[in-house]
Structures are given as C-alpha cells and as structure tokens.
C-alpha cells in the first residue's frame, strides 16, 4: 500500500501489534556458559528482579524491532549477552520507526528502535520519550543508499527526479536524506513527488511495474532489484548526514525507564556487546543471523552477483556500539527541522537517557 505526499511526510500512525516469540539458539559463539546466570525459578517481569530470598531473577522486556533490523539486539540474544544481564527478550516486529514509537507510548512495547526523527517528532507533541542508546550510523566512506529506476526512464542523475513519483519508506529519515542531497546540487528539495511506500520490500516491484517512477533504498535489495527487475541505480544520497550521527536510536518511556533504571542500563550492556561482535563477524554470518530474523537471504544472490554480501553489509553493519556524539546528533536535528521532519530544531541532551552519553553504561 502506498500513499503520495508532496512534502514526503512521516507517513500515517500506527497501531501498537502483539508480542512475538522469542528465538535464542547461539550464534557467533562469543559468550560461554552464561546459562548458569539464568534463574529460571525466578523469572519475573520487568517489575520485579528478585525473589524473596534477595536472588537475583530474569526481566522480561518487550522489545520493537523491524524484519532484520536493528542487528545488535539479534546478536545479543544469539550470543547470550542479554542472558548474562538477566534479560528475556520478546520481540515484537512492526513495519517501521513511526509504528514502534507508537506501540511504545501505548505501552504495548518496552523499548523500541526507531529512527531519530521519530522519537523527535513523538517528543515535539508532548509524548514523555527517552532515547536510551544510539543504533545505526553511516559508515564514512561507505555508500548505502541509492535511488533505482527502469532503464529508459529518463532518470539518471539527482536533476531528473523532478516531478517524478519517487518511493520512500514511511519513516522521515530517507525523505530528509534526500532533501539535503537535492538541496546541496542547487535543486528543489521539493521536486519529486514523495511517495510513501508502507512495506519498503515492495518498491523494486512497484517501480518495475510503473507505479514508481524510481525508489530509494540500500543494501541488499539494490542487487536483488538488479537482478529479478533489471533497475539500475541513478545515484546515491548519503551526504547530508553529519560525521558520528545516529540516524536511529533505542527508547522508551521516560516512566518505565525511571521505573527501571538497572534494567536500561543491563539493556544498553548487552546491546553494545552485540553490535561489537556483529560487526566482527563475516558478511556471510551476519547475513545468517539476519535471514533468520526476518532480513532478506542475499547469499542465493551472491552466487550470481558477487558483491552482493559485502553491499548487505554495508548498508547493516553501522550500527553504534558506543554513546551518542550529542553535538553531531543536535546537527542532524537541525536538518530534520530545515527538511520538515520536525516543526522546529531542539535541543536533544533534556531526552538522553544517562546510558545513551555513557561509554560504560
């Protein structure tokens, strides 16, 4: 489903979504015997970490993500890091950052990972949010994101977009991304006519089919497309993003966190060993870890197209393992305001959780 919006708007809200079960098999082994940190007689929710007798159990946290994203909180579970915090993880898998902040202030999610300008945009109305820790960030050097179009359609540079119908994802980041861009060359950041595309995966085929003039997207499904569609790529639209800048990040509900401050911090401990070890991993093993969330399987692709790995890669493998460079992320503010992702620029510091400017939470 897709719905077209001039100023490529944050795209409608979402409804809270059910829990998913949790799937813990090892992956990367890089943790050994952490089972004998679980209680299992003492498994309690997130209220409640010890027993009578002052043992110490296991929280449960309902945690938001999308299919195959954000690969920290994967590799945590597959490597036993949030066991040895005493964390069960429920995943919960909706569409994308405006629904998973959504399902956050409803109270349905415990911590969720969404891009910045939706936990900004949540925050400017008034919903008491906190951002917990930073998640991806461009890798200077290493192109991710491109705009695919149909050979012959005329667009093969950033001018030939104007007035045409360009699919975006629903979340503000990639419609910001792409305003900068414009706007650097000298050109209308407000030529194209933005076009929301709900279910991102679908956007290689809406262009192939002529609903799309061209799309925008990264990673693994730019070979993919290639390959199964015959689009080709009219240019590439990562400048804009300030050097140390998270474009998404890890929060919840400032309540829940002053309720549970131990467990953020637990949280925060066991994500960050999961992005260190993940980015230490091979494109093939994280290719795995990421099919079997939900993420796209690009290893039938690289046998026909080499490369295609070390493209998935790239576009996952920026995730922070560290805390937010608060002046970079004030920057990027600024543009998401210049571009009409947010009303107006704030300052971001008042929402950062401690653990989020911590380097050893």
């Keep these: ?73 994967y590799s945590a579970i597959e490597n036993g890091f949030f066991d040895k915090q005493r964390i069960k993880v429920e995943l919960v898998t909706l569409s994308g950052g405006p629904a ?41 050097g290493q192109p991710v994101n491109v705009i695919v179009t149909k050979p012959g359609s005329g667009i093969t540079s950033a001018k030939d977009l104007a007035g045409k119908k360009l699919g975006v994802p629903a979340q503000a980041l990639t419609t910001v991304q792409i305003k900068k861009w414009l706007a650097d060359q000298g050109l209308d950041p407000n030529g194209p006519n933005y076009t929301t595309v709900q279910d991102r995966t679908t956007s290689g085929g809406l262009v192939a089919q002529g609903t799309l003039d061209a799309a925008a997207t990264s990673g693994a ?16 639209f990562d400048s804009g993003v300030p050097e140390g800048a998270a474009t998404s990040g890890y929060g919840a509900l400032r309540s829940w966190a002053e309720a549970h401050p131990d467990l953020v911090q637990r949280f925060v401990r066991a994500v960050r060993q999961g992005v260190t070890v993940f980015q230490s991993a091979t494109p093939l093993e994280q290719n795995t870890l990421l099919v079997k969330y939900g993420g796209a399987d ?7 197209y080499p490369g295609a790995l070390d493209k998935a890669s790239a576009a996952t493998s920026g995730e922070l393992s560290g ?39």
Excluded: H
Excluded at 222 to 229: C, D, F, M, R, S
Excluded at 327 to 353: C, M, S, V
């Design 323 to 361: 805390p937010f460079d608060v002046a970079a992320e004030n920057a990027w503010i600024e543009t998401g305001a210049r571009f009409g992702a947010l009303k107006k620029p704030f300052d971001l510091t008042p929402y950062l959780w401690p653990t989020a400017t911590t380097a050893n939470p």
């Design 1 to 73: 489903m897709i719905s077209t919006s001039p100023s490529g708007g944050r795209g409608p809200s979402a409804r809270p979504a059910g829990r998913a079960r949790v799937r813990r098999p090892l992956f990367l082994t890089a943790v050994a015997a952490v089972g004998a940190l679980l209680l299992a007689a003492c498994g309690t929710s997130a209220a409640s970490s010890e027993d009578e007798s002052g043992a110490q159990g296991v929280d449960t946290v309902r945690v938001g993500v999308i299919a195959g994203s954000p690969p920290g909180v």
């Design 221 to 236: 499904y730019v070979t993919a497309w290639e390959a199964q569609y015959g689009l080709t790529v009219a240019g590439t």
């Design 100 to 140: 998973l902040v959504a399902a956050t202030e409803g109270g349905s999610i415990d911590i969720a990972w969404a891009d910045i300008f939706a936990w900004a945009a949540a925050i400017e109305q008034g919903f008491k949010l906190t951002i917990i820790n930073p998640a991806n960030a461009l890798k200077p």
């Design 298 to 304: 690009v290893t039938k692709l690289e046998a026909k």
